[in-house]
């Protein structure tokens, strides 16, 4: 009887990405570069969120901004405007997430060198950019009012791996079935430490609680930065 010998490719893959994630994010760590890496499903505002963002810490700190999209720069230029930082646009060859090779790689061509804040705007997608770590210090979810707060039990897998979940667009609140409290508990059932901030990069309500979270998590880097 031949012998049929199973390969776990899906296994290796993750090994791999995952010490090269961990790799990039000692080497940030060693230097005091906080990365945050923000994930959302199309349209939920991750790049209006960092045009209003950006500038509020810019003025405090050396911010660096990589953005991941099949096509177009559209983005990148959008918060390069707002904020006038120096933006740096990835294309992924049509593949659905960024994986840690990538982001090694992007980071390599990008002037790193000083900056207290790198932020990787990933590509819009509630699956594949869940299953790869990025090497990312912590991981920004965007949940917007309009998608409904039936997401985390459609998608369980983003909010598990989140380690801040940024409820945007709450102005529209009025408009939609949205209830924040049913939301909260079922993310928390499937992530117990997960941190919740309300925003509306419209109105700006919940910008400034954000930014302050943000800059003691830059302050927190750059104390630990040999571990």
Known sequence: ????????????????????????????????????????????????????????????????????????????????????????????????????????????????????????????????PAEFDTGAHKNYMILSIPEGDDKPLKYPLMFTVSDVIIISKIDTLSYFDFDIDKAKERILSLNPKAKFFLVSSKTGEGLEALADYIEEEIHNIKNNKTV
């Open 1 to 128: 009887m031949a012998t049929v010998k199973t390969i776990l490719v899906n296994e290796d893959v993750f090994s791999n990405n995952n010490k090269t994630a961990e790799e990039t994010r000692l080497i940030l760590l060693n230097q005091g570069t906080y990365f945050m890496n923000i994930m959302s499903s199309p349209g939920s505002g991750k790049t209006t969120l960092l045009t209003k963002l950006i500038p509020m810490l810019s003025k405090r700190y050396k911010i660096g901004e990589m953005d991941c999209d099949i096509e177009s720069d559209l983005d990148s230029k959008k918060v390069m405007e707002a904020s006038g930082i120096e933006t740096l646009q990835i294309h992924n060859g049509g593949l659905c997430h960024i994986d840690a090779d990538m982001t090694k790689r992007a980071i390599n061509e990008y002037n790193i060198d000083g900056l207290d804040l790198l932020i990787l705007e990933n590509i819009g997608n509630l699956v594949c």
